[in-house]
C-alpha cells in the first residue's frame, strides 16, 4: 500500500545549528503537507505544497516539494528550543477523498 | 474561533472494558476524522465522515471500533472491547479547505 517514509528519525542538535528532515512517498503526490507536533502535543498544520519543485518559506522554516512530486524536505535555519517537538509529513491517499497518510515523523531535540 | 474539543483527556481501562471518546469539531466544518497515533508513530487514519456519512473506515477494526457521527456536527468512537494494542492517543480533527485541525486527543491506557 501507499507509504510515507521519513528520515530521519531522531535528530538532536545544538541550539544555533540547522535542521533536515526528509519525506519520501511510495507514489506521486498531488500535494503534501507538514505538521508540528510539540512533545505531549496534538498535530499542529504548517503548510501545503502543491507545485512541483515548490518551495516556501516562514520565518526560519523552508519547505521544498520535489520536482518528481514523491519527496519533500523541511529545513530549519538556527535551531531555537522553541523548535522541539516531531514534525511530520502527510500526503493524500490515491482515493482522493481529503484522507491523508502520515509519514513516521523526525523527532527533534535542540540542546539550549 | 474555537478549537476542536475532546473528552475525556486521559481514560485508563483494563483490557475487555468499553471506552468510548467524543469530539466536538470546529463549527462549520463538514469532514471530521478519527486517528489512531501509538507513541513514537505518526497518526494513523480510523475513519473520515463528510457531514454524518462515512467516507473511509477501510482501517477501523469493526468487530471492535465503531464510531457514528448522527447529527453531522459531534462524534463518538467506541471500543467493545479493548485490548492491550489499543493503548494510544486518539485523535480527532475536522478540516477546513485542505488544512487539517486536530483536537488534545484523549490518551488510552488499556492495562
Known amino acids: 500500500g501507499q507509504q510515507v517514509m521519513q528520515i530521519p528519525q531522531y535528530q538532536h542538535v545544538q541550539e544555533g545549528e540547522d535542521f533536515t528532515t526528509y519525506c519520501n512517498s511510495s507514489?506521486?503526490?498531488?500535494?503534501i503537507q507538514w505538521y508540528k507536533q510539540r512533545p505531549g502535543g496534538h498535530p499542529v498544520f504548517l503548510i501545503q505544497?502543491?507545485?512541483?519543485?515548490e518551495v516556501k518559506k516562514q520565518k526560519r522554516l523552508t519547505f521544498q516539494f520535489g520536482e518528481a512530486k514523491k519527496n519533500s524536505s523541511l529545513h530549519i535555519t538556527a535551531t531555537q528550543t522553541t523548535d522541539v517537538g516531531t514534525y511530520f509529513c502527510?500526503?493524500?491517499?490515491?482515493?482522493?477523498?481529503?484522507?491523508?497518510?502520515f509519514g513516521t515523523g523526525t523527532r527533534l531535540k535542540v540542546l539550549a | 474561533e474555537a478549537g476542536v474539543a475532546q473528552s475525556p483527556r486521559y481514560k485508563i481501562i483494563e483490557k475487555r472494558q468499553s471506552v468510548a471518546f467524543w469530539c466536538n469539531p470546529i463549527?462549520?466544518?463538514?469532514?471530521l476524522y478519527w486517528y489512531q497515533q501509538i507513541l513514537g508513530q505518526g497518526p494513523k487514519l480510523l475513519i473520515q465522515?463528510?457531514?454524518?456519512?462515512?467516507?473511509?473506515d477501510s482501517q477501523l477494526p469493526k468487530d471492535r471500533f465503531s464510531a457514528e457521527r448522527l447529527k453531522g456536527v459531534d462524534s463518538t468512537l467506541k471500543i467493545q472491547p479493548a485490548k492491550l494494542e489499543d493503548s494510544a492517543v486518539y485523535l480527532c480533527?475536522?478540516?477546513?479547505?485542505?488544512?487539517?485541525?486536530f483536537g488534545p486527543g484523549t490518551r488510552l491506557t488499556v492495562t
Open positions: 465522515f463528510q457531514n454524518n456519512g462515512v467516507v473511509d
Open positions: 480533527a475536522s478540516r477546513s479547505n485542505y488544512e487539517q485541525y
Open positions: 505544497l502543491v507545485k512541483s519543485g
Open positions: 507514489t506521486t503526490l498531488s500535494n
Open positions: 463549527s462549520g466544518h463538514a469532514t
Open positions: 502527510a500526503g493524500p491517499d490515491l482515493s482522493g477523498t481529503y484522507k491523508y497518510i
